[in-house]
């Protein structure tokens, strides 16, 4: 597919300038301790997604990708980041959260993941991959941050931020590479995720009630 | 496609039906019924596949070769099994849970039945999105499921399976990404690009490091699923905290549907790079599976855990000897796939009626089996031998053939490293069952299900030893298919 964007869209710009929101956005949640915080920067991240794929749709003049584009706005960038927030207010509102690194050594290590996955993804796709090239290695780099982020924090809905910040990372990989994949696909996918999110929430708040409060390394009754 | 449809149909209406106020009280019957129906069409839906070659449907979304039909008989004959025994199993249970901690009724059921229509889409999508999508829904499902009880150990066990194969479910979909991507150039972008019986067809032209790259992370998430080392910590908790007939089924069911995700990804690597790469991982991750579950099947005391180290075990095998490649230990491998089903649910299900009888999960408190109720002493023991693959019970069978195909192969010292494996779990298993079936009876144990629940204990059992000495024709037909399938 020939990606050709209508000239008063500065192409390249505009994809960059979204790609950039999007790292940032994940990097911001990683270094925040308050878990609202986190969940906030999870709305921009996801708006940013949306925002890309938006622009996919109007550069490729596809009408799939705008529909699963604006689903991505509605359901990452507003239902999922709501449905968290409901829950950390329930759970006493400004939740500390209490990382097993602090602030500044988590910074550090999320700096060496982008670093690690900007030169290992050109490594291994090539440059010139599509247009899009440039939110392959943030989709990567933004997986490991992900990932890094439900390792190293003991609040439970603080690592379910951490995932949907790392199916957000999947999902940039998925437009990035291919242009979104079939419509029926993309909506099952965000149902599931929908679900999962909502399922997650439920037991967080279980956990809030039979642990007393959202520490997962309270959770330590099941053992060999 | 007129088999396919009441078959993906019948498990989400019965839901519904459970649902509905007026049909709650009688939802266990329902189950029972619905999955009993679903047995029926699939042993329909194997004889099409065998008469006439593969099943398509939907625009090629479904797709039923043998391999699809042997795991939804798998799913549906060990759900009908465990939804006839939760009949009398979950009033007892209910009993002992205080008022405000039951569900409504009804609700148990409807989940039930979710999983276990998750499970038969994921045995017969032919889209990767649409397997993906399936296997996420059965994941979500039985996720509250393991979380039934209102006790810690529930909500811990709930919450990591949760988070744990979901992260393993998004890295599943960035393979599914990756493997689209590998043919977006070949087939251009739609849905067939992510048909899996399109994907085979092409493989050959497919962009082979995205393909690899792809059966890695299908590797990690659904291997995640099915419970292969070492992205197994999850399992142990939720086989263990999950009312049993769920988590009978999610041992044998899920893990078969979540394998087959992974060995579709193997299928298409193994046609676009060769078949060496792939079997190789899956050989050695079989291998660790094994390993790695022995130790805790010898000191383990409590019952479901040392169940859940079993069903690890298992895993392994089968991943082993799919992984061989030779034509008799794939053979070998699936019919593990099939009957291994048959002892692990017996297992599961037997279990759960001698824990509630002896009020305690312990192996310990649970001497003299035999004495006490000689029918589930009887049950038990079949069970076991099922567990360690002895005769008559037909998963010999299928270890002999498995291991009999890995010695003939260039994997030689992987066998030998499964025949330590299996003598270690042989000596813990004998170790365990001597204590539980032997001995003086407990003085106060009473079977607190009535006599009918024996009946799908059973009905399993038979299974199991009938197959270990017959194989009827079709399903040998069926066995062979399937093996093409994977070749």
Known sequence: ?224 | MLVLLPLLLLAPLGAIACLVPALAARAGRIATMVTAAAFALALVLAARVLAGGPVAGANLWLRADALSALVTLVVTAIAAACAWYGEYYMPVVLAREREQDRWPAGRYEALYLALVAGMLLGALANNLGLLWIAIEGATLASALLVGYYRRPGAVEAGWKYLLLCSVGIALALLATVLLYYSAVHVLGDGSRGLHWSVLRDVAGSLDPRFVKLAFLFALAGYGAKAGLAPMHSWLPDAYSQAPTPVAALMSTGLLATSLTGLLRFHAVTAACVGHEWSSGLLVSFGVLSMLVATPFLLVQGEYKRLLAYSSIEHTGILTFAIGVGTPLAVFGGLLHLFVQSFAKSLAFLVGGSIARGAASRRMDQWSGVLEASPALGTLLVGAGLGLVGLPPAATFLSEWLSLAGAFASPHRGAAVAAVVALVIVFAGLTFHWGRMVLGRARPRFTDLLPAASHAPLWALLAALVLLGFWLPAPLRALLDRAVEVLS
Not at chain 1, 60 to 88: E, M, W, Y
Not at chain 1, 126 to 131: C, N, P, R
Not at chain 1, 185 to 200: C, I, Q, S
Not at chain 1, 212 to 218: A, E, L, N, Q
């Open chain 1, 1 to 224: 597919m020939n990606l050709q964007l209508p000239d008063w869209l500065p192409r390249s710009n505009t994809v960059n300038l979204l790609a950039g929101a999007f790292l940032l956005s994940a990097l911001y949640a990683a270094a925040q301790r308050r878990t609202l915080a986190a969940i906030t920067a999870y709305r921009f991240n996801s708006l940013a997604l949306g925002g890309i794929a938006l622009t996919v749709a109007l550069a490729t003049g596809t009408r799939h990708i705008a529909l699963a584009a604006l689903l991505v706005i509605a359901v990452k960038g507003g239902v999922i980041p709501s449905l968290l927030r409901k829950q950390a207010l329930r759970g006493g509102g400004a939740l500390e959260t209490e990382p097993y690194f602090g602030v500044p050594a988590g910074m550090l290590v999320c700096g060496a993941l982008v670093v690690i996955a900007f030169s290992q993804t050109r490594a291994l796709f090539g440059s010139g991959v599509s247009i899009l090239a440039s939110c392959l290695p943030v989709s990567v780099a933004t997986t490991l941050v992900g990932m890094f982020l439900m390792v190293s924090r003991k609040q439970a809905l603080m690592q379910v931020v951490g995932l949907v910040i790392l199916e957000n990372a999947i999902f940039l990989a998925a437009v990035s590479l291919t242009y979104g994949m079939p419509l029926v696909v993309e909506m099952g996918v965000l149902l599931d995720l929908l679900v999962g999110v909502a399922l997650l929430g439920l037991f967080v708040s279980r956990i809030e009630q039979t642990h007393g409060s959202g520490d997962t390394t309270k959770l330590s009754d099941l053992k060999g």
